[in-house]
């Protein structure tokens, strides 16, 4: 599969699907299994939460969706295109087309103002100058940042500053909006504005899987896929799981 097949739309079916796979590491004559044979499937749209423990496997299995790593087997397929077996080049293609990813240290740059980090994913796009610079602002205006623009991140706040990792992870409309423990550096009121963005989005149309530990974040999404020892041991919708999470409090 060449990654130009994402310029158009993908076959009809799940946004993510996932069989068999398992991501193993050599540490000399050990073998150590970070993922074994997770099965996952996301729908486009949905809203959802990999949870569980430090050591689960669920930042492996984020790398994997995220196109950061690639599975030692198994198949995943993006939007119907099989990606699990491409090549570093085809992989960051399609990173800086289909999946606008938010991190826990919001990975900004210092010295540029919040429209040129937004603007950044946009800078090998072949897009004019202009074009780059109205995207950027749009994706500012989606995050109530707009009169923000020209500030530095030292000069914003951190729930600003995540409010502007989130414009630059949205300014290339991807199909997937994949966030890592978004709130970790975060205050809790903070915290609880970031997920009600993130809910707003979902309620746009946008596909969100947010990755955590956090119990009280994860039960913000409308799904809950829980990780443990490198295997799905739950799958399901929040409400049932607000239900067993609470009895277990």
Known sequence: ??????????????????EDLWKT????????????GVHLTIDTNEYVAIMGPSGSGKSTLMNLIGC??????????????KVSDLGDDELARIRNREIGFVFQSFHLLARASALKNVELPLI???LPAAARREQALQALRE????????????????????RVAIARALVTRPSLLLA??????????????IMDLF????????AVVVVTHEREIALRARRIVTIHDGRVSADLPAARATELLGAAT
Do not use: C, V, W
Request: charged share 30%; aromatic share 6%.
């Open 143 to 162: 995050t109530d940042l707009e009169d923000r623009a020209s500030h530095r991140p030292n000069e914003l706040s951190g729930g600003q500053r995540q």
């Open 124 to 126: 090998y796009s072949g």
């Open 68 to 81: 950061l790593d690639t599975p030692s087997r198994g198949d995943y397929y993006l939007r119907g295109f």
């Open 25 to 36: 590491y050599e540490m000399g004559a050990e073998k150590i299994h970070a993922l074994r």
């Open 199 to 206: 809910d707003r989005l979902h309620a746009e149309g946008k």
């Open 1 to 18: 599969m060449n990654a130009g097949a994402f310029e158009s739309p993908g076959p009809s079916g799940p946004l993510i699907r996932i």
């Open 180 to 193: 890592d423990e978004p709130t970790g550096n975060l205050d809790s009121a903070t915290s609880s504005e």
